[in-house]
């Protein structure tokens, strides 16, 4: 076993609300049992292995301040394999069960495929080794297919075949690797799938492309044998102008376009949805809509800033409304709550990475037990169901069961003369009632 990288923190550990340690969890007790299942099980938390371990904290202005003295600075492999073994140790101290990674996270890119092919197994066997040491799963893998200069013009929407069959390559390759690790998923999130200007660009060729891509995904999903779930991330811009996924709902027209919705499933994250214009519970509710609610990237951004800032979440209103409706739809599970999130480039240390996540598991633990506790009470559920009542017999009950036309509503209309009334919406009282479990 080489160095801890973090030598003086222990284990995270439950202390409870009162304690001050910021080394220790207030809320996230992870054996702790919330109708019938551990928090650990409803949450399964997941650490970013590209935010967490490979970002330098750069932004547009300036260079990346982050400092990391396990990195050697080199991209090597065996700066790669050193880098895996002190993620694992930072993900067991934490107490997250899984982790995810894109393919180019954990393993240099080498001049030729076969080369970086083989990078990519010399990186992976500390991953499998460290997977079994410590009992930590891989939620989801992925492929990048944005970073090289290759898919400047896109991977699977590529105006050029040949980059279109480098991406197949690449993603057959960390489909395999994700098999290889017993991921539990594998994400298609669509980096530069878009557009910057519709002036040289054949929309609809490169939709049909990238629907072909996602068909052969498929049958090389079957042809290995890999069980996991296949789910979208949607994101609505950055860094194209127009990504083609850009809301879940897009996404759900793109799957049923191209007959691809048994295969997929959604992983929605909070900052793609505001920067689509929606908040993430309304993006959760119309993937639970279609049954298409899979996993969660869970960050935020922030209100007066335009772009993917990818903060930790701590607004418990958020996770809060997040965890209605993961509650509602039964549960996450073989999705999990993945910290899609980076620390502020102005948070620079090491143990930054522990506040980060710690504040965000606990965000998280207060929202499931508020969650738990407004579906215990009964009151939200009453207050909606009640409202609907209408359509529970009557005429409501006879037009959701489709045997009424236009005529037959007349005829009910002319003879009932008025609609009963309507009753209010109760928007204040209900905002109250969430209060009341904040
Ligand atoms: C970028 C995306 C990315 C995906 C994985 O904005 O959120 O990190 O989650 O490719
Ligand atoms: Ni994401
Ligand atoms: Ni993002």
Partial sequence: MAASAFPKIKKIRYEGPQSKNPLSFKYYNEDEVIKGKTMKEHLRFS?????????????????????????????????????????????????????????????PEAKSLSKTNQNLDAVVKVLKAEQERTGINLLWGTACLFAHPRYMHGAATSCNADVFAY???????????????????????GGREGYTTLLNTNLKREMDHLGQFLHMAVDYKKKIGFKGQFYIEPKPKEPTKHQYDSDVAACLNFLREYNLMDHFKLNVETNHATLAGHTMHHELEVASA????????????????????????TDVYLTAHCMLTILKDGGIAPGGVNFDAKVRRESFEPIDLFHGHIVGMDAFARGLRVAAAIRADGRLADFVEKRYSSWDEGIGAKIESGEVSFQDLENYILKKGKTAKNESGRQELLEGLINEFI
């Fill in 47 to 107: 650490v970013v292995y590209w935010h967490t371990f490979r970002n330098a904290l750069c932004d547009p202005f300036g260079v990346g301040t982050a400092i990391r003295p396990w990195d050697d600075g080199t991209d090597s492999v065996k700066n790669a394999q050193t880098r895996a073994r002190v993620a694992f140790e930072f993900i067991e101290k934490l107490g997250a069960p899984y982790y995810a990674f894109h393919d180019r996270d954990v393993a």
């Fill in 167 to 189: 991406a197949g390559a690449q993603v057959k390759k960390a489909l395999e690797v994700t098999k290889e690790l017993k991921g539990e998923g594998y994400v298609f999130w």
């Fill in 290 to 313: 279609a049954g298409a609610l899979g996993s969660i990237d869970a960050n935020t951004g922030d209100l007066m800033l335009g772009w993917d800032t990818d903060q930790f979440p």
